[in-house]
Every structure is written in structure tokens, then in C-alpha cells.
């Protein structure tokens, strides 16, 4: 009997050892409640309470994101869109975190939409669906000062999803389409455009090269025949000249150029 005792007595202190440690993270705060009021905080490693008594709560300090779930609003021209959103934020003080506000989670998204709901309710579809920036901004102005109160930071806040009516999605699908045929048309015009000017431009280039052989090969000619011409000329001017001697003298010398002359119009 005695036995059980001291066992069930070992057994106890060690549950009350165990009990008495609080092992915090780095990344992590709390507070100790004693019989329902703050008695301290708790900081990274080790930390010891009363057991039974004291009641530890901690806080996960680091950045979180959270979801706001898709929700159906309406817009300042009445449309319908579903929007969801993810929020990043931060806790900057715990015992506001954890005194001011029941659960800052829930209640950060609870806000979101509330505030989400009344952005979007002040602008039409057009602007809705293309001021993503300007909502994000306004919603996170609008989320970081009310969170403040509860020791929170709201550093980011992104629309994931908006989502028009049905019937609008088909009408902007089927203009897509449109724009996409356009395009693909103007591309096919121009390069249509280009490759009759890249034709246009290698005939001129054919025609101008065929042009400069023919006025080569007609210079060629002309020089040719300026030549032969000239030759000819001084052949018959010198025939001349010794034919009008010749009528005069019996006795006559031939010049060699004569002779040069007239055996190159030979071969010719």
C-alpha cells in the first residue's frame, strides 16, 4: 500500500513539473493568465507558471495569410460579381491581440468582406473588373487603421478572383475572340504588305542590274566601233594621200604606219 502511494505521489510531482514548463518558440508570445488576470508574458524558451493555476496563451507572431472566402456583391450599377481575396498580416502586440478582440482571425475577415462589400458597391462593373490596384489599396487603408485597435498589421491585400455574371463573361469572351481575329488579321495584312514590297523592291533591283549590263555591254559596242571607225578613217586618209603623190612621182616610199594601218584593218 505503501508502495501505490509513493508511486501515485512520484507520478503527481512529475505532472506538476511537466505542467510548470511552458516551452515558447522563437517565433512566438503569449501571456500567462493567473485566475483570470494577466500575471506575465511569455518569451521565446523556456518559461515556468504554477500548474493548474496559471493559464498560458500564445501567439504566433510571424506574417500569416488568411482567405477570405468568395462572396456575391453588387455592384454601383447593379451586376453581380464574386470576389474572393487573401489577406497578410502581421501581430505586432500580443496582449491586444489577445485582450482587445476574441479571435483577430475571424475578425479580420469579417471585416474584409464587410469593407470588400462596400468598395465594390460604390463602382460599376467596368471599373470593378479593371481597378484590381485601387480596391486592393482601398481595402488594405481600410483593414490596417481598424486593425490596429487589436495589436494587428495588415501588411498586403490581393483580390484573387472577381468573377462577373455569366452572361457578361460570354459578351467579354466573345470580344476577346473579336480582338484576337483583328489582330491576327492586321498581322497578316502587313505581312502581306511586306512581302509585296520586298518583291517590288528585288524586280526593281533585277531591272536595274539587267539595265547597267545592257548600257555596259552597248558601251562596249560604241567603243568597238569608235575604234574600228578611226582605224578605217586613217587607212583611207592615208590611201588618199599616197594616191595623190603617186599621180606625181614615179619613185614613192610607203611609211610603215601606212602599212601597220592597213594590216590591222586586214585582220579586222
Known sequence: MFFWLNLLFGIFILVLIIKSVIIVNQFELGLVFRLGKVRGRL???????????????KVDVRTKVIDVPPQEMITRDNAGVRIDAVIYYRVMDVNRAILEVQNFQYAIINLAQTSLRAIIGSLELDDALNKREYINSQLLETLDRDTDSWGVKVEKVELREIEPPTDIKNAMTQQMKAERLKRAAILEAEGEKQSKILKAQGS?????????????AIQIVAESAQTYFKNEAQ????????????????????S?????IAKKFIKQ
Open 43 to 57: 518569451n521565446p524558451g523556456v518559461n515556468f507558471i504554477i500548474p493548474f493555476i496559471d493559464v498560458p496563451i
Open 204 to 216: 526593281a533591283e533585277s531591272m536595274k542590274i539587267e539595265a547597267e549590263g545592257q548600257a555596259k
Open 235 to 254: 587607212l583611207y586618209k592615208a590611201l588618199d594621200v599616197t594616191t595623190n603623190t603617186l599621180k606625181d612621182n614615179t619613185k614613192f616610199v610607203i
Open 256 to 260: 610603215e604606219n601606212i602599212m601597220d
